[in-house]
Protein backbone atom coordinates (compact mmCIF):
# COMPACT_ATOMS: atom_id res chain seq x y z
CA UNK A 1 0.00 0.00 0.00
CA UNK A 2 1.00 3.46 -0.91
CA UNK A 3 0.35 6.82 0.39
CA UNK A 4 1.47 9.65 -1.33
CA UNK A 5 1.18 14.08 -0.96
CA UNK A 6 2.40 17.26 -1.45
CA UNK A 7 2.94 19.46 1.96
CA UNK A 8 5.31 22.28 1.76
CA UNK A 9 7.09 22.42 -1.69
CA UNK A 10 7.47 18.21 -0.51
CA UNK A 11 6.98 15.53 -2.82
CA UNK A 12 6.63 12.62 -0.13
CA UNK A 13 5.98 9.13 -0.59
CA UNK A 14 4.79 6.23 2.11
CA UNK A 15 5.24 2.35 1.31
CA UNK A 16 2.72 1.48 4.37
CA UNK A 17 4.05 -1.87 4.87
CA UNK A 18 7.66 -1.28 5.22
CA UNK A 19 7.39 1.76 6.78
CA UNK A 20 9.88 3.41 4.13
CA UNK A 21 9.27 7.07 3.93
CA UNK A 22 10.60 8.15 0.37
CA UNK A 23 11.06 11.81 -0.41
CA UNK A 24 11.27 12.47 -4.35
CA UNK A 25 11.22 14.41 -7.44
CA UNK A 26 8.30 15.68 -9.65
CA UNK A 27 9.16 12.39 -12.12
CA UNK A 28 8.93 9.71 -9.78
CA UNK A 29 6.11 10.95 -7.87
CA UNK A 30 4.34 11.11 -10.74
CA UNK A 31 4.99 7.40 -12.17
CA UNK A 32 4.44 6.23 -8.82
CA UNK A 33 0.61 6.80 -8.91
CA UNK A 34 0.41 5.12 -12.39
CA UNK A 35 3.32 2.42 -11.42
CA UNK A 36 0.48 -0.30 -10.03
CA UNK A 37 -2.24 -0.09 -12.42
CA UNK A 38 -0.12 0.82 -15.97
CA UNK A 39 2.24 -0.96 -17.91
CA UNK A 40 5.08 1.32 -18.79
CA UNK A 41 3.96 2.35 -22.06
CA UNK A 42 0.51 3.32 -20.49
CA UNK A 43 2.87 5.40 -18.37
CA UNK A 44 5.25 6.90 -20.19
CA UNK A 45 2.32 7.71 -23.00
CA UNK A 46 0.64 9.83 -19.90
CA UNK A 47 3.56 11.31 -19.52
CA UNK A 48 5.26 12.01 -21.98
CA UNK A 49 4.15 15.78 -22.45
CA UNK A 50 5.51 17.03 -19.50
CA UNK A 51 8.75 14.89 -19.06
CA UNK A 52 11.69 13.42 -21.48
CA UNK A 53 12.56 9.50 -22.11
CA UNK A 54 15.24 9.60 -20.35
CA UNK A 55 13.63 11.11 -17.01
CA UNK A 56 10.93 8.64 -17.45
CA UNK A 57 13.82 5.72 -17.82
CA UNK A 58 15.65 6.96 -14.53
CA UNK A 59 12.73 7.09 -12.42
CA UNK A 60 11.43 3.71 -13.52
CA UNK A 61 14.98 2.54 -12.89
CA UNK A 62 14.97 4.52 -9.47
CA UNK A 63 11.79 2.76 -8.45
CA UNK A 64 12.62 -0.79 -9.59
CA UNK A 65 15.37 -0.80 -7.05
CA UNK A 66 12.91 0.62 -4.35
CA UNK A 67 10.59 -2.62 -5.21
CA UNK A 68 13.65 -5.03 -4.88
CA UNK A 69 15.10 -3.91 -1.87
CA UNK A 70 11.66 -4.04 -0.57
CA UNK A 71 11.42 -0.37 0.08
CA UNK A 72 8.20 0.59 -2.33
CA UNK A 73 5.11 -1.46 -2.77
CA UNK A 74 5.79 -4.20 -0.07
CA UNK A 75 3.38 -6.83 0.79
CA UNK A 76 1.74 -7.03 3.89
CA UNK A 77 2.62 -9.58 6.22
CA UNK A 78 1.44 -8.36 9.42
CA UNK A 79 -2.27 -9.74 8.83
CA UNK A 80 -1.17 -13.01 9.96
CA UNK A 81 0.44 -12.29 13.38
CA UNK A 82 -3.73 -11.04 14.56
CA UNK A 83 -5.08 -14.28 14.35
CA UNK A 84 -2.71 -15.45 17.22
CA UNK A 85 -4.05 -12.34 19.47
CA UNK A 86 -6.40 -13.91 21.66
CA UNK A 87 -4.18 -16.82 22.41
CA UNK A 88 -1.39 -14.52 23.33
CA UNK A 89 -0.91 -14.18 26.82
CA UNK A 90 -0.89 -10.81 28.22
CA UNK A 91 0.67 -9.26 31.25
CA UNK A 92 -0.25 -5.87 33.05
CA UNK A 93 2.52 -3.13 32.63
CA UNK A 94 1.01 -0.46 33.84
CA UNK A 95 -1.79 1.35 35.71
CA UNK A 96 -4.11 4.14 35.87
CA UNK A 97 -4.34 5.08 39.50
CA UNK A 98 -7.88 7.67 39.80
CA UNK A 99 -5.99 8.91 42.90
CA UNK A 100 -8.82 11.25 43.35
CA UNK A 101 -12.49 11.14 41.96
CA UNK A 102 -12.95 15.23 43.01
CA UNK A 103 -11.70 18.25 41.58
CA UNK A 104 -10.53 22.11 42.56
CA UNK A 105 -11.33 23.00 38.55
CA UNK A 106 -14.84 23.07 37.05
CA UNK A 107 -13.09 22.51 33.74
CA UNK A 108 -16.19 22.60 30.65
CA UNK A 109 -14.65 19.93 28.55
CA UNK A 110 -14.04 17.39 31.61
CA UNK A 111 -15.16 13.71 30.34
CA UNK A 112 -14.52 12.45 34.05
CA UNK A 113 -17.95 15.28 34.99
CA UNK A 114 -15.24 17.18 37.30
CA UNK A 115 -13.76 13.95 39.01
CA UNK A 116 -16.88 12.16 39.61
CA UNK A 117 -16.60 9.86 36.45
CA UNK A 118 -20.51 9.24 36.62
CA UNK A 119 -20.56 8.22 40.48
CA UNK A 120 -19.27 9.96 43.85
CA UNK A 121 -16.75 12.24 44.92
CA UNK A 122 -13.50 9.80 46.82
CA UNK A 123 -10.54 9.73 47.41
CA UNK A 124 -8.27 6.50 47.11
CA UNK A 125 -6.99 5.17 50.50
CA UNK A 126 -3.48 4.22 50.70
CA UNK A 127 -4.57 0.77 51.72
CA UNK A 128 -6.87 0.63 48.42
CA UNK A 129 -3.30 2.31 46.36
CA UNK A 130 -0.94 -0.67 48.22
CA UNK A 131 -3.25 -4.00 46.76
CA UNK A 132 -3.46 -1.99 43.52
CA UNK A 133 0.52 -2.09 43.20
CA UNK A 134 0.72 -5.20 45.23
CA UNK A 135 -1.93 -6.58 42.13
CA UNK A 136 0.56 -4.75 39.17
CA UNK A 137 3.35 -6.72 40.59
CA UNK A 138 1.41 -10.63 41.15
CA UNK A 139 0.21 -9.57 37.19
CA UNK A 140 3.37 -8.18 35.45
CA UNK A 141 5.10 -12.06 34.94
CA UNK A 142 8.78 -11.01 34.04
CA UNK A 143 8.45 -7.59 32.77
CA UNK A 144 10.80 -5.23 34.81
CA UNK A 145 9.08 -1.82 34.08
CA UNK A 146 6.32 -1.06 35.14
CA UNK A 147 4.34 2.64 34.87
CA UNK A 148 2.02 3.99 37.29
CA UNK A 149 -0.02 6.72 36.29
CA UNK A 150 -1.89 9.04 39.25
CA UNK A 151 -4.43 10.32 37.91
CA UNK A 152 -8.11 12.18 38.49
CA UNK A 153 -9.57 14.59 39.15
CA UNK A 154 -6.79 16.07 40.69
CA UNK A 155 -3.96 13.95 41.93
CA UNK A 156 -2.56 16.76 44.35
CA UNK A 157 -5.89 16.96 46.97
CA UNK A 158 -5.07 12.99 47.28
CA UNK A 159 -1.39 13.96 47.77
CA UNK A 160 -0.33 12.31 51.16
CA UNK A 161 -1.53 8.98 49.48
CA UNK A 162 0.83 9.49 46.32
CA UNK A 163 3.52 10.14 48.12
CA UNK A 164 3.38 7.17 50.40
CA UNK A 165 2.13 4.88 47.38
CA UNK A 166 5.46 5.90 45.65
CA UNK A 167 7.45 5.14 48.43
CA UNK A 168 5.85 1.52 48.76
CA UNK A 169 6.37 1.07 45.15
CA UNK A 170 9.97 1.75 45.90
CA UNK A 171 10.18 -0.50 48.24
CA UNK A 172 9.14 -3.15 46.35
CA UNK A 173 11.86 -2.82 43.74
CA UNK A 174 14.43 -4.99 44.84
CA UNK A 175 12.67 -8.27 45.78
CA UNK A 176 10.51 -8.03 43.06
CA UNK A 177 13.36 -7.01 40.52
CA UNK A 178 11.04 -4.38 39.21
CA UNK A 179 11.55 -0.79 38.14
CA UNK A 180 8.17 1.70 38.66
CA UNK A 181 7.89 4.54 36.29
CA UNK A 182 6.04 6.98 38.32
CA UNK A 183 3.77 9.91 36.63
CA UNK A 184 1.51 12.48 37.30
CA UNK A 185 -1.17 14.36 35.48
CA UNK A 186 -1.84 18.18 37.76
CA UNK A 187 -4.15 21.29 36.95
CA UNK A 188 -1.27 22.80 39.17
CA UNK A 189 -3.70 24.47 41.26
CA UNK A 190 -1.89 23.53 44.38
CA UNK A 191 1.41 22.71 43.13
CA UNK A 192 4.23 24.05 45.45
CA UNK A 193 7.60 23.79 45.81
CA UNK A 194 7.51 20.92 48.17
CA UNK A 195 5.86 18.66 45.99
CA UNK A 196 7.86 19.48 43.00
CA UNK A 197 10.48 18.64 44.83
CA UNK A 198 9.65 15.16 45.20
CA UNK A 199 8.45 14.95 41.60
CA UNK A 200 11.58 15.75 40.23
CA UNK A 201 13.36 13.25 42.33
CA UNK A 202 10.68 10.17 41.86
CA UNK A 203 7.98 11.29 38.91
CA UNK A 204 9.71 9.71 35.33
CA UNK A 205 6.84 12.64 33.79
CA UNK A 206 4.41 15.36 34.59
CA UNK A 207 1.62 16.51 32.66
CA UNK A 208 0.83 19.69 33.13
CA UNK A 209 -2.85 21.07 32.18
CA UNK A 210 -3.49 24.11 30.59
CA UNK A 211 -4.90 25.31 27.05
CA UNK A 212 -2.87 28.12 25.95
CA UNK A 213 -3.51 31.80 25.37
CA UNK A 214 -5.12 33.09 28.67
CA UNK A 215 -8.81 33.80 27.25
CA UNK A 216 -8.36 30.20 26.29
CA UNK A 217 -7.61 28.57 29.09
CA UNK A 218 -9.57 31.04 31.94
CA UNK A 219 -12.76 29.96 29.29
CA UNK A 220 -12.80 26.37 29.61
CA UNK A 221 -10.67 25.79 32.71
CA UNK A 222 -12.39 28.26 35.66
CA UNK A 223 -12.95 27.37 39.09
CA UNK A 224 -16.42 26.68 40.44
CA UNK A 225 -17.31 29.95 41.07
CA UNK A 226 -16.26 31.05 38.02
CA UNK A 227 -12.88 32.50 37.90
CA UNK A 228 -10.12 31.71 35.56
CA UNK A 229 -7.19 29.48 37.35
CA UNK A 230 -4.65 30.79 34.55
CA UNK A 231 -2.92 33.80 36.46
CA UNK A 232 -2.49 30.74 39.69
CA UNK A 233 -1.03 28.15 37.62
CA UNK A 234 0.96 28.87 34.96
CA UNK A 235 3.96 30.41 37.31
CA UNK A 236 3.84 27.59 39.29
CA UNK A 237 3.82 25.50 35.44
CA UNK A 238 6.95 27.70 34.16
CA UNK A 239 9.12 27.26 37.62
CA UNK A 240 8.33 23.71 37.32
CA UNK A 241 9.48 23.01 34.12
CA UNK A 242 12.47 24.83 34.64
CA UNK A 243 13.41 22.82 37.58
CA UNK A 244 13.16 19.58 34.82
CA UNK A 245 15.31 20.95 32.63
CA UNK A 246 12.41 21.36 30.24
CA UNK A 247 12.30 17.81 29.90
CA UNK A 248 10.46 14.71 31.11
CA UNK A 249 6.81 16.63 31.29
CA UNK A 250 4.58 17.85 29.07
CA UNK A 251 2.26 21.21 29.37
CA UNK A 252 -1.38 19.41 28.19
CA UNK A 253 -3.84 21.86 26.42
CA UNK A 254 -7.29 20.84 24.46
CA UNK A 255 -8.52 22.74 21.88
CA UNK A 256 -12.01 23.14 20.95
CA UNK A 257 -14.78 24.50 18.72
CA UNK A 258 -14.04 27.98 20.58
CA UNK A 259 -10.67 28.19 19.73
CA UNK A 260 -9.92 26.37 16.33
CA UNK A 261 -6.75 28.34 15.87
CA UNK A 262 -5.21 25.94 18.10
CA UNK A 263 -1.93 26.74 16.72
CA UNK A 264 -1.83 29.99 17.90
CA UNK A 265 -1.85 28.33 21.36
CA UNK A 266 0.60 26.15 20.37
CA UNK A 267 2.97 29.45 19.96
CA UNK A 268 1.78 30.66 23.33
CA UNK A 269 2.81 28.12 25.42
CA UNK A 270 5.95 28.08 23.15
CA UNK A 271 6.84 32.06 23.77
CA UNK A 272 6.23 31.41 27.56
CA UNK A 273 9.77 29.32 27.40
CA UNK A 274 7.83 25.38 27.24
CA UNK A 275 9.83 22.88 25.30
CA UNK A 276 7.41 20.19 25.57
CA UNK A 277 3.81 20.64 24.31
CA UNK A 278 0.84 18.70 23.72
CA UNK A 279 -2.34 20.34 22.49
CA UNK A 280 -4.84 18.30 21.50
CA UNK A 281 -8.61 18.10 20.37
CA UNK A 282 -11.56 18.21 22.62
CA UNK A 283 -13.60 14.68 22.17
CA UNK A 284 -17.12 14.88 23.17
CA UNK A 285 -20.88 14.32 21.95
CA UNK A 286 -21.72 16.23 19.32
CA UNK A 287 -24.85 18.40 20.69
CA UNK A 288 -22.09 20.21 23.14
CA UNK A 289 -21.80 23.81 22.00
CA UNK A 290 -17.92 23.28 22.44
CA UNK A 291 -17.92 19.58 20.43
CA UNK A 292 -15.71 19.70 17.35
CA UNK A 293 -17.83 19.01 14.47
CA UNK A 294 -17.15 17.56 10.95
CA UNK A 295 -17.46 20.63 9.51
CA UNK A 296 -14.48 22.25 11.88
CA UNK A 297 -12.33 20.19 9.98
CA UNK A 298 -11.14 22.19 7.12
CA UNK A 299 -9.84 24.78 9.55
CA UNK A 300 -8.26 21.95 11.85
CA UNK A 301 -6.24 20.58 9.09
CA UNK A 302 -5.20 23.95 8.09
CA UNK A 303 -3.86 24.74 11.57
CA UNK A 304 -2.05 21.28 11.62
CA UNK A 305 0.12 22.61 8.46
CA UNK A 306 0.24 26.17 10.12
CA UNK A 307 1.76 24.95 13.09
CA UNK A 308 3.91 21.84 10.95
CA UNK A 309 5.78 25.29 8.91
CA UNK A 310 5.93 27.39 12.04
CA UNK A 311 7.77 24.80 14.36
CA UNK A 312 10.57 24.40 11.25
CA UNK A 313 10.55 28.22 10.73
CA UNK A 314 11.18 28.37 14.93
CA UNK A 315 13.54 25.37 15.05
CA UNK A 316 15.81 27.48 11.91
CA UNK A 317 15.78 30.20 14.46
CA UNK A 318 17.12 28.72 17.12
CA UNK A 319 13.52 28.70 19.03
CA UNK A 320 13.48 24.80 19.28
CA UNK A 321 10.20 23.12 21.14
CA UNK A 322 9.06 19.36 20.88
CA UNK A 323 5.07 19.19 19.98
CA UNK A 324 4.12 15.96 21.36
CA UNK A 325 1.71 14.69 18.02
CA UNK A 326 4.34 15.68 15.57
CA UNK A 327 6.33 12.97 16.79
CA UNK A 328 7.27 10.13 14.84
CA UNK A 329 10.31 7.78 15.05
CA UNK A 330 11.22 6.53 11.71
CA UNK A 331 13.95 4.11 12.50
CA UNK A 332 13.03 2.77 15.61
CA UNK A 333 9.44 3.38 17.04
CA UNK A 334 7.09 0.49 18.66
CA UNK A 335 6.98 -3.20 18.60
CA UNK A 336 5.02 -4.90 15.73
CA UNK A 337 2.66 -6.05 18.31
CA UNK A 338 2.67 -2.35 19.60
CA UNK A 339 1.78 -0.96 16.20
CA UNK A 340 -0.91 -3.09 15.79
CA UNK A 341 -2.80 -2.94 18.85
CA UNK A 342 -2.36 0.30 20.21
CA UNK A 343 -2.14 1.05 24.05
CA UNK A 344 -2.89 -1.97 25.53
CA UNK A 345 -5.88 -0.68 27.26
CA UNK A 346 -8.03 -3.62 28.64
CA UNK A 347 -4.80 -6.28 28.80
CA UNK A 348 -1.56 -4.37 29.46
CA UNK A 349 -3.20 -1.16 31.09
CA UNK A 350 -5.95 -0.46 33.51
CA UNK A 351 -7.35 2.10 35.22
CA UNK A 352 -8.47 1.55 39.22
CA UNK A 353 -11.06 3.95 40.63
CA UNK A 354 -10.98 4.79 44.26
CA UNK A 355 -12.29 1.77 45.62
CA UNK A 356 -10.23 -0.87 43.57
CA UNK A 357 -12.49 -1.35 40.55
CA UNK A 358 -10.72 -2.03 37.37
CA UNK A 359 -11.74 -0.67 34.47
CA UNK A 360 -10.18 -1.26 30.01
CA UNK A 361 -8.68 2.49 30.82
CA UNK A 362 -9.45 5.48 32.53
CA UNK A 363 -11.86 6.39 30.20
CA UNK A 364 -14.32 3.43 30.82
CA UNK A 365 -14.40 4.44 34.36
CA UNK A 366 -18.22 4.31 35.48
CA UNK A 367 -19.53 2.37 32.71
CA UNK A 368 -20.82 -0.52 34.38
CA UNK A 369 -20.84 -3.39 31.51
CA UNK A 370 -16.67 -2.43 31.24
CA UNK A 371 -16.14 -3.50 34.96
CA UNK A 372 -13.40 -6.19 35.07
CA UNK A 373 -12.80 -6.69 38.41
CA UNK A 374 -10.96 -5.37 41.33
CA UNK A 375 -7.33 -5.27 42.74
CA UNK A 376 -8.46 -8.00 45.84
CA UNK A 377 -9.94 -10.38 43.43
CA UNK A 378 -8.25 -9.76 39.68
CA UNK A 379 -9.70 -9.63 36.69
CA UNK A 380 -13.10 -11.56 36.89
CA UNK A 381 -14.50 -10.65 34.00
CA UNK A 382 -11.80 -12.63 31.40
CA UNK A 383 -14.32 -12.05 28.16
CA UNK A 384 -13.59 -8.25 28.50
CA UNK A 385 -10.20 -8.92 28.70
CA UNK A 386 -10.52 -11.10 25.56
CA UNK A 387 -12.72 -8.95 23.55
CA UNK A 388 -10.09 -5.89 24.22
CA UNK A 389 -7.01 -8.77 23.31
CA UNK A 390 -9.00 -8.82 19.45
CA UNK A 391 -8.87 -4.55 19.43
CA UNK A 392 -6.59 -4.16 16.38
CA UNK A 393 -5.68 -2.64 13.18
CA UNK A 394 -7.35 -5.26 11.23
CA UNK A 395 -10.50 -5.75 13.32
CA UNK A 396 -11.54 -2.49 12.29
CA UNK A 397 -12.97 -2.40 8.85
CA UNK A 398 -12.49 1.59 8.76
CA UNK A 399 -8.63 0.82 9.04
CA UNK A 400 -7.93 -1.89 6.97
CA UNK A 401 -7.71 0.51 3.95
CA UNK A 402 -6.23 3.65 5.98
CA UNK A 403 -2.41 4.83 5.54
CA UNK A 404 -2.14 5.98 9.44
CA UNK A 405 -3.17 2.69 10.53
CA UNK A 406 0.08 1.51 11.86
CA UNK A 407 0.65 5.17 13.45
CA UNK A 408 -2.17 5.49 15.30
CA UNK A 409 -2.40 1.71 16.01
CA UNK A 410 -6.69 1.76 15.20
CA UNK A 411 -7.11 4.84 17.32
CA UNK A 412 -8.54 5.15 20.94
CA UNK A 413 -11.32 2.19 21.98
CA UNK A 414 -13.19 4.63 24.16
CA UNK A 415 -13.96 7.01 21.55
CA UNK A 416 -14.75 4.17 19.15
CA UNK A 417 -17.88 2.86 21.74
CA UNK A 418 -19.17 6.49 22.83
CA UNK A 419 -19.64 7.35 19.16
CA UNK A 420 -20.24 3.90 17.69
CA UNK A 421 -20.91 1.54 20.54
CA UNK A 422 -18.14 -0.97 19.47
CA UNK A 423 -14.74 -0.62 20.12
CA UNK A 424 -13.57 -2.23 16.80
CA UNK A 425 -15.49 1.23 15.39
CA UNK A 426 -13.53 4.30 15.21
CA UNK A 427 -14.61 7.84 15.70
CA UNK A 428 -14.21 9.37 11.44
CA UNK A 429 -13.81 13.30 13.00
CA UNK A 430 -10.26 12.19 15.17
CA UNK A 431 -9.23 9.64 12.39
CA UNK A 432 -9.02 12.62 9.68
CA UNK A 433 -6.95 14.82 12.09
CA UNK A 434 -4.47 12.00 12.99
CA UNK A 435 -3.98 11.42 9.27
CA UNK A 436 -3.22 15.44 8.50
CA UNK A 437 -0.85 14.73 11.92
CA UNK A 438 0.85 12.26 10.61
CA UNK A 439 1.47 14.00 7.36
CA UNK A 440 2.69 17.08 9.05
CA UNK A 441 5.12 14.70 11.40
CA UNK A 442 6.94 13.55 8.13
CA UNK A 443 6.68 16.52 6.29
CA UNK A 444 8.81 17.71 9.42
CA UNK A 445 11.31 15.09 9.51
CA UNK A 446 11.73 15.72 5.29
CA UNK A 447 12.39 19.43 6.01
CA UNK A 448 14.78 18.85 8.93
CA UNK A 449 16.87 16.18 6.41
CA UNK A 450 17.01 18.66 3.77
CA UNK A 451 18.48 21.46 6.49
CA UNK A 452 21.10 18.56 7.35
CA UNK A 453 21.76 18.33 3.58
CA UNK A 454 20.96 14.50 3.33
CA UNK A 455 19.62 13.91 -0.27
CA UNK A 456 18.80 9.84 0.50
CA UNK A 457 15.43 8.91 1.38
CA UNK A 458 14.32 10.30 4.64
Same mark, same amino acid.
Given at each position: ??????????? &??????? +?? @??????????? @??????????????????????????????????????????????????????????????????? =?????????????????????????????????????????????????????????????????????????????????????? $??????????? #??????????????????????????????????????????????????? #????????? $????????????????????????????? *? *? /??????????? *?? &?????????? +?? &????????? %?? %????? @?????? *?????????????? /???????????????? %???????? #???????????? =?????????????????????????????????????????????????????????? =?? &???????????????
Amino acid at each position: MIHQYKNNGYN &IVMDINS +GA @IHVVDDVVYDV @IALYEDHSRQEIREQLSSVYSDQELEEAFSEIEELVREKRLFTEDNYQEIVTDFKKRNTVVKALCLH =IAHDCNLACRYCFAEEGEYHGRRALMSFETGRQALDFLVANSGSRVNLEVDFFGGEPLMNWDTVRRLVEYGRSLEKEHNKHFRFTL $TTNGVLLNDEI #MEFCNREMSNVVLSTDGRQEVHDRMRPFRNGRGSYDLVMPKFKKFADSRGQ #MNYYVRGTF $THYNLDFSEDVFSLADQGFEQISVEPVVA *P *P /EEPYAIQEADL *PQ &ILEEYDKLAK +GI &IERRKAGKW %FN %FFHFM @IDLEGG *PCVYKRLSGCGSGT /EYLAVTPWGDLYPCHQ %FVGQEEFL #MGNVRDGITRTD =IRDEFKLCNVYAKPKCRDCFARFYCSGGCAANAWNFHHSITDAYEVGCEMMRKRVECA =IM &IKAAEAAEEGVEEDA
